[in-house]
C-alpha cells in the first residue's frame, strides 16, 4: 500500500516537472491606473519613476512645484543602482521617456519587462517580453499578472503621495 503510494506521488511529480505549470492568464488582463483629478500625465510619469524609491524627494532650493517635477523626473533621482538590479530581483527602471517608464521584473529565474504607457486619464501597463514566464501571444503564467497587479497597488499609492504633495504647492 505504501508502496502504491509513492508511486502515485512520484508520478505526479514526474508529471508536473515534465509539463510545468498549464493554467496561463491574458497579458491584457493587467489592472490599468486611474491618474487622480488634478495630476498631469508629465507629473504621473514623475510618480512612475519614483514608485521605487520609498519617499518623495523634497525641494530644498524653495517650493517650485516644476522643479520638483523636473527633479522627480531626472536620472540623478531615480539613480543607477535602481535603473540596474545587481541583486538580482525585484522591480528595476530600465527606461524613461515623456509618456511611458518600462520596468524590468526579476524573480529568480523569471523576467519579464513592463512598459507602463501614460495617456490622458490613466496608466496602462503592458507586459513587451519575458523570460521563463510562458508567454505565448497575449498569454502568459498567471503569477506574471499578479506581479504586475501588485506593483500598480504600489504606484497608487505613489500618485496618490503627489496629490498630496502638489496640493501644499496650490494658492490656498
Known sequence: MKRKAIL???LTLAIVVTFGC????????????????GLTTREATAALVQTLNEKLPIDDQGKNWER????????????YESQFNPRG??????????????????????????KYEVRENEI????????????????????????????????????GQLVIMKSEFLPK
Open 8 to 10: 502515485a506521488t512520484l
Open 89 to 114: 530581483s525585484g522591480w528595476y527602471v530600465e527606461n524613461v521617456n515623456s509618456d511611458s517608464v518600462t520596468y524590468g521584473y526579476k524573480r529568480r529565474r523569471h523576467y519579464m519587462r513592463v
Open 22 to 37: 498549464s493554467s496561463r492568464a491574458k497579458t491584457d488582463s493587467v489592472s490599468r491606473v486611474q491618474i487622480p483629478n
Open 68 to 79: 520638483i517635477v523636473d527633479s522627480l523626473l531626472s536620472a540623478r533621482v531615480w539613480g
Open 124 to 159: 496602462v501597463p503592458t507586459i513587451i517580453a519575458s523570460e521563463n514566464l510562458d508567454q505565448s501571444g497575449k498569454k502568459i503564467h498567471p503569477n506574471a499578472v499578479q506581479w504586475v497587479n501588485d506593483f500598480s497597488t504600489r504606484i497608487r499609492g505613489t500618485l
